[in-house]
């Protein structure tokens, strides 16, 4: 599998407001998935996208694919402090378990 | 369910000593992995199992030495090891190891080498 890269690598925004963390990798995928690691804790799997879709929402999440340039974003709307967590992508893993980039490391103020 | 359980949660050890990492799934998944994870940095894979095969080996030093005994369980047995693996250990597991399956952790086990 290959790395994604998440950008921005730090994001601190107020509770309430929409955070959006951006992944791009460096070649063609079948699919990508977000995951979220509160400090310390294990992964937690957010959410999947294949290549076919553009978008996909689940709860406060959404999710977006553009696979001509190589990116996906993440947005969690009506943001809370227990989204306080890095978050990481997963471009086109799991023949060969995954690899995580540097992720973004979000802080929900209150 | 849709746990992976890691015991133990806590392990201090020095550098003779020799020690094990536990890991267990009730998901009749087949494909089991063991991560490592230092502070500020993301996960990195070091071992993966399919079908109770070792599959994988990212140039992990001996000193690491994963076993699967069974379909539901995985090992990781410590020796020799050094201060600067002190690190979370991550155990995960899928139903397969196929693109696009979802990987389940495991809470980690914090290990400290003395």
């Known amino acids: 599998s290959q790395q994604g890269e998440e950008d921005p690598q730090a994001l601190s925004i107020q509770e309430g407001e929409n955070a959006t963390m951006n992944c791009s990798y460096k070649t063609s995928i079948n699919n990508l998935q977000w995951y979220r690691q509160n400090s310390g804790r294990g992964l937690v799997h957010l959410i999947l996208?294949?290549?076919?879709?553009r978008e996909k929402h689940s709860g406060r999440l959404r999710v977006t694919l553009d696979t001509s340039k190589k990116s996906s974003s993440l947005l969690i709307t009506a943001s809370r402090a227990a989204d306080t967590a890095s978050y990481f992508c997963a471009p086109g893993g799991g023949a060969d378990g995954l690899t995580f980039g540097k992720g973004t490391h979000l802080i929900i103020q209150p | 369910d849709t746990e992976v359980t890691q015991t133990p949660k806590h392990l201090v050890m020095g550098m003779t000593n020799k020690k094990s990492l536990k890991c267990e799934q009730h998901m009749g998944h087949r494909a089991m992995y063991w991560y490592k994870q230092k502070a500020k940095k993301p996960p990195e894979l070091m071992f993966v199992y399919s079908y109770e095969k070792l599959s994988i080996n990212e140039s992990v030093p001996s000193r690491f030495s994963p076993e699967c005994p069974n379909s539901s369980l995985l090992n990781l047995h410590l020796h020799a090891l050094q201060p600067e693996d002190s690190a979370l250990y991550l155990c995960?597991?899928?139903?397969?190891?196929?693109?696009?399956?979802?990987?389940?952790f495991g809470e980690g086990s914090w290990l400290t080498v003395v």
């Open positions: 995960a597991s899928s139903q397969q190891l196929r693109s696009g399956n979802t990987i389940y």
């Open positions: 996208i294949r290549s076919n879709e």
